[in-house]
């Protein structure tokens, strides 16, 4: 039977943290669904990890060689089967609930691009962030979203941020139109997907209990502000900012996102001693609507590096 539902967790030497993942996939009250588990960290890591989950709807895929979050993901894209795809980073998890929850309003509705929720912050030991979840979900926009649809979601997906696409949505896998998702999306991808799931106006179901945990600590992908992962926010909200169909959403926060960008990229260059590069980012960051940190930045690239890297 073709499943509903593909799962893709890509994942890189978290043993412990996958447990948790697939305990909490196979837990899940709708049952309709493939696990596509891409192992990114050889087999004396991976393993151990197969010997404990013998389910069918498993598929274990190992690369040969290292492909990185990005082409991971999208790997594991290419080989769903499912009419929908959701993605589970190896170190999250999910309620028992949550494709129950989010499958139905997607069969109910064609319109509907993507059906997320929202979500709770745990540390590194599991523990649930009462205080951090609810400054991330004011921060992004879902701390007074009302449950059901809402449409068209150009602002919630591009400036807000509202839509976190890599843990706790489901949508359409004709959605991904796979030949044009950009490499230089690298591991801001999840922005690119709900700039996908915006397109032509679509709407997104929204449901307001916390049906995903999402994990921060030193290594994860969200707690990291690495130059690569600010290049590709930069690329993308240049993109935003030239794309006809989203005229329709303020420029400002566009731009102030962009600076923001320019400017995590610039501190990571100042602190690798790369003063000229480091520049040439906050000139962009100026460009579009600097402020006193870029400014400051600024003057810590004209500084020897000692320096720099202590301002």
Known sequence: MTPTVSVVIPTYCRRQYLVEALDSLLAQTYPEFEAIVGNDGGSEYIEPVK????????????????????????????????????????????????????????????????????????????????????????????????????????????????????????????????????????????????RQMARDGAGAWYEPARLAFCRQHPKSQTSARTLENARANVYLYRQFLADPELDAVPRRPLRRQLAGHHYAAAVNLIRDGQRQAARKELAGALAVGGTRRVALALAASLLPTSVGRRL
Not at 83 to 98: G, I, N, Q
Not at 104 to 128: K, M, N, T, Y
Request: hydrophobic letters at 40%; one cysteine or more; a neutral charge.
């Open 51 to 194: 010997d404990k989950f013998t389910d069918g709807r498993i598929r274990w895929v190992d690369h040969s060689a290292r492909k990185g979050l990005f082409g991971n993901t999208l790997d594991g894209f290419t080989r769903a089967e499912g009419k929908y795809v959701a993605t589970l980073h190896d170190d999250d998890r999910w309620d028992p609930r949550f494709l129950e929850t989010l499958v139905p309003p997607l069969e109910q509705d064609p319109s509907i691009s993507v059906a997320f929720c929202d979500i709770h912050i745990i540390d590194e030991h599991g523990r649930v962030d009462p205080r951090l979840s609810d400054a991330f979900a004011r921060a992004n926009g879902r701390a007074d979203l009302q449950r059901g649809v809402h449409r068209p979601i150009y602002k919630m997906a591009v400036a807000d941020k509202t839509l976190p696409m890599q843990v706790s949505a489901v949508f359409p896998r004709e959605r991904l139109r796979l030949p044009s998702f950009p490499a230089q999306a690298g591991t801001a991808y999840d922005l690119w997907l709900a």
